[in-house]
């Protein structure tokens, strides 16, 4: 202990206490350092000077001390026999000619932001203005880190403390100069000199009390406060700086916060405003007296709570808390891009804000300028153009808006870094004392329970508490009810780790209906699982806890879904070819519109081909994707570059459309759809691959919330799929679907009648690019096998493709053909055959189609050459048209038929981009 006296921290408030800034004596001599002379331990006692640890109490040297001319008289300090004296003689003006100003860390973060934040004190024409100042940027860190290094008994404190010196230092030698400078740096000098003999006894003792800690931790501020206040006496206006050390005085509680004791504040700032009646006093923020005078602090960004409190003090006009964005936001800017900023918000949204973990506000900043209605306002230092955020009582009116979910939730916060507890049991129902015990048990191990939520069962209760501290509470929770558990009638304390909480404010939350609703709606649509409620019963606020890793996602999703009430996607493009380019050239040419008229917000983050991929965080640009795709390409990675679109980028919903026909690919579908990725594609190998994976698939997709559309696989863009699904989910009995699924085939056809023969026919069709390159991929009557399958188990048949009878068209001995060159050149050899059919029919009054059946009723599909009368519907077509007849129980004389083009890759596209727009209107979009 005596070791820690020696360290002498009084010595460093002697010379604070005896600066010259308050300014009323701006010619008080150059400060030399004065010893503290005194030492003594004292047990209670009268109030004044610092006590550390409860032990010690140092009464530090006074103004009057240098007055006098001695500098080795100890007087109680300024606030107990100076001030005292001529207190009554104050009159300490309250009300509207004071505003208070606070400036955070960044703003205070140079010696040129300091100037520029003494220009905007001396900008402001109050009458009279309370200035509090955090500590340089990073200085609090700084300071934490010294204590923590000296207790740990590292060494390096002492460089450490060499870097505070410096910057500080530095700072003051670029702001300041003449006499000013030399005496900050005297005092600066001083201080730190004394902090490292402070240092020196904490790693002797290799502990540190906490209100050692304290005292060392708010040196940032006094130095921050004292460079201000030069640097504004320096333009010629009168200015003092206050300690507030002398005048707020708060009460510990066992939260690890504060109260203040606004009375004995009160009476504090009277007679310290007897001694400094300044008009510009610029005061430190983050610090404060225990009532028995020791140093304390108000806690980690504490500074905000210190203008509030002094404002409520001085019954300020306006409370100004200046920081580096433009005001509050939706949602912290650092997570959701689209955040935006809020013009207005009430007291209580402001806190729930705060307390949910928007660092743009001490949560307890609101408490005491509510009481006085007095407004706060959030600027940005680096943006005076912008007005802020005005916190207040909202006008009465307001509630009385027409109300739209958007404005009644107006925000949102997280908190991470959670533990929830969840304790469990039979018993507990209708037992009263079983949540008091649980949370008096919490109480004792000091662990802070940030939200409750209880079944109405009563059967459960969980809780979220800050995971460095749940390990103790779930240790006393299990030992507290040892006996409850060990009887069942408790079954289990059970703690998940890594979770967050996620919380949606709006004063206007209360009394509006869907509001849940929609919040679980958009977090159910981008696949996060919700692990506990709570609704305050305020309704100000719906909270949830989701696991960690979900957080930002949930955060956007809700973010985007309520505010903005725009639906944003997150779009990879697999396989930018034929298909997938023309849908590249319709999402380039249609965003713009979408965006603007139906509020929907696609963004391509990524584009791969099988060898190269581009990527990009905000969204390619369209109108260059080709350019962009050549040049600034990467090898492809089909893992990275799914984890790229749904993970790294700030919209919350994901979907990749894979425009291939590759096996491979639908195979990864499976565990995209799990990972809440929706998935859109032309590509048919999925769904008419194995039954067992296609089952799996759908099953997936339906317990998982996450979409799979696959229109374009059967009919291009022609609304085949979604006919047919409409028709089973409003109840109908589909008997059979018949019809032309090839646009090749149904060239052929239509072009082979008369004369021609069917090999001129595939070859026209072949230069006229209708064909695949090797036409035999066409004619084998796979693709068309393909799509029967497709829409068979739409149906609900249970069918294998091998299930399905195909009436190939490649002549058997033309199938082993090693070139698509000779399968042409030997084609005409078979074309009698074709001719007899077509005569026979035509003979007949008839035509010859290839189409695809699937046959409800024996539970059968099959692909072959069908004759039809010339009246008949697929008599009818031309070009490469597509037709399919439904016959269902309401459709049963007249079947329902759908017929347009189906092929090229204008139309598929079209059929994807109507499946991305579909799903976007799934996740909310207006319709
Ligand atoms: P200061 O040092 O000025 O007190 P803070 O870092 O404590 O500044 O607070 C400002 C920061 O709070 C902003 O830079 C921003 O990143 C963060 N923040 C978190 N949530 C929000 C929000 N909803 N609105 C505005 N800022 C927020
Ligand atoms: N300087 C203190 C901190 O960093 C207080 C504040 O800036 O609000 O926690
Ligand atoms: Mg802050």
């Known amino acids: 202990m005596r070791s820690l006296a020696i360290a002498n921290p009084c010595a ?68 107990d026999v100076l001030v005292e004296q001529s207190v009554e003689n104050a009159h300490f003006p309250r009300g509207d000619m004071w505003s208070v100003h606070k400036f955070g860390g960044t703003c205070m973060g140079t010696s040129k932001r300091i100037q520029n934040v003494a220009d905007i004190v001396l900008n402001d024409s109050s009458e009279r203005k309370l200035v509090v100042v955090s500590a340089m940027s990073k200085v609090t860190d ?13 060494d390096s404190y002492v460089s450490a403390i060499d870097n505070v010196f410096e910057k500080h230092m530095l700072a003051a030698k670029d702001l300041l100069d003449g006499e000013d400078l030399a005496r900050f740096l ?29 005292f060392v931790v708010g ?61 510009t006093i610029i005061a430190t923020g983050f610090i404060a007296s225990t009532p028995q005078n020791i140093p304390t602090t108000l806690k980690r960004d504490g500074s905000d709570f210190s203008a509030a409190i002094l404002g409520a003090l001085v019954r300020a006009r306006q409370v100004t808390i200046w920081t580096d964005v433009n005001g509050v936001f939706s949602a912290d800017p650092r997570k959701v891009s689209e955040a935006v900023i809020l013009r207005t918000l009430s007291y209580q949204e402001a806190w729930e804000m705060s307390y949910f973990g928007a660092n ?31 916190i207040c009582q909202p006008p009465v009116n307001e509630n009385g808006d027409k109300k739209s979910l958007e404005s009644v ?107 849940s609703a929609t919040l679980f709606d958009a977090l159910a649509k981008a696949h996060i699982n919700v692990r506990a409620i709570a609704q305050g019963c305020s309704e100000y606020n719906i909270t949830v806890v989701l696991k960690q890793e979900d957080c930002v996602r949930a955060l956007r999703a809700v973010h985007s879904r309520f505010y903005l009430s725009k639906t944003t996607l997150a779009v990879g493009i697999i396989g930018p070819g034929l298909i997938g380019g023309t849908l590249l050239d319709q999402l380039r040419d249609q965003a713009a519109h979408l965006k603007e008229k139906f ?118 863009g022609l609304p085949i799929i979604s006919t047919l ?126 189409v695809g059946v699937v046959d409800m009723v024996n539970e059968k599909g099959m692909v072959e050459l069908r004759r039809y009368k010339r009246e008949h519907p697929f008599a009818q077509l031309s070009g490469s048209d597509n037709i399919i007849a439904f016959t269902t129980t309401r459709y049963n004389n007249q079947p329902l038929i759908v017929r347009g083009p189906g092929a090229g890759a204008e139309v598929t596209a079209g059929g994807v981009f109507s499946d991305i727009l579909r799903l976007a209107s799934y996740l909310g979009a207006p319709s």
């Open 219 to 279: 040196h940032g501020e006094l130095w921050s406060a004292q460079m201000l206040s030069y640097a504004i006496k320096k333009s010629g206006r009168p200015c003092s700086w206050m300690d507030t050390r002398d005048v707020l005085i708060v009460n510990p509680t066992s939260s690890n916060q504060v109260d203040p004791d606004y009375l004995e504040s009160e009476k504090r700032l009277e007679k310290w405003f007897a001694q400094c009646p300044a008009d």
């Open 186 to 214: 005297s005092q600066l000098q001083f201080d730190i000199s004394n902090l490292k003999a402070m240092l020196r006894a904490i790693y002797i003792a290799g502990h540190a009390t906490e209100s050692f800690s304290d």
């Open 409 to 515: 939730v107006k925000a949102f916060a997280t908190i991470d870094n959670l533990a929830l507890v969840n304790v469990e049991g039979s018993g507990m129902a209708g037992v009263p004392g079983t949540a008091s015990g649980i949370f008096g048990t919490v109480k004792d191990v000091g662990a802070n329970v940030i939200m409750i939520s209880q079944a109405s069962s009563e059967h459960s209760i969980c809780f979220a508490v800050p995971e460095k501290e749940v390990t103790a509470v779930s240790a006393a929770l299990q030992s507290r009810f040892r006996q409850a558990l060990d009887a069942g009638r408790l079954s289990r304390v059970e703690v998940i780790p890594d979770c967050s909480i996620l919380a949606a404010v709006g004063q206007r939350m209360a009394s509006t209906p869907g509001v």
């Open 599 to 716: 509020n929907i917000d696609l963004r391509v983050m990524g584009i791969t081909g099988l060898r190269t991929m581009v990527l990009s965080d905000i969204g390619i640009d369209l109108t260059r994707w080709r350019e962009f795709y050549k040049e600034k390409s990467e090898a492809a990675n089909l893992d990275k570059f799914a984890q790229h679109v749904h993970e790294n980028h700030f919209f919350p919903n994901t979907v990749l459309v894979d425009c291939t026909a590759d096996t491979n690919i639908a195979s990864r579908y499976y565990d995209w759809l799990r990972k809440g990725i929706h998935v859109i594609t032309p590509n048919k190998k999925a769904n008419s691959g194995p039954l067992d994976q296609y089952l799996k698939l759908r099953k997936l997709q339906r317990l998982s919330y996450t979409h799979y559309f696959y229109e374009a696989t059967v009919g291009a």
């Open 12 to 79: 460093s408030s002697a010379l604070r206490r005896s600066s010259p800034l308050c300014s009323e004596d701006p010619s008080s001599p150059p400060l030399l350092p004065i010893s503290c002379a005194l030492l003594q331990s004292r047990s209670g006692g009268k109030p004044g000077g610092w006590h550390f640890g409860g032990a010690l109490r140092i009464d530090c040297a006074s103004r009057s001390i240098r007055k006098d001319g001695s500098n080795n008289h100890i007087f109680a300090s300024i606030s």
């Open 725 to 850: 699904r409409g028709l089973l989910e409003t109840g109908d009995k589909i008997l059979h679907i018949e019809g032309i699924f090839s646009g090749t085939l149904s060239y052929i056809f239509n072009n082979f009648k008369g004369t021609r023969s069917f090999s001129e026919v595939v070859a026209e069709a072949k230069v006229a690019g209708y064909t695949e390159p090797d036409p035999r991929d066409d004619l084998s009557g796979t693709d068309v096998a393909r799509k029967v399958i497709i829409l068979a188990r739409e149906s609900g048949l249970k069918l294998e493709l091998s299930d399905i009878p195909v009436q190939s068209l490649v002549p058997e001995p033309l199938r082993a053909c090693s070139s698509a060159e000779e399968f042409m050149q030997k084609l005409p050899n078979f074309d009698e055959d074709r001719t007899k059919e077509l005569n026979d029919a035509e003979a007949a009054g008839e035509v010859v189609r290839y």
């Open 142 to 154: 700084m300071m934490y880190d010294l204590v923590y290094k000296a207790q740990s008994r590292d």
């Open 360 to 390: 743009v506000l001490h949560p307890r900043t609101i408490i005491p300028v509510m009481k006085h209605n007095i407004p706060i306002v959030i600027r940005n230092i680096f943006n005076l153009s912008a007005p802020g955020t005005m």
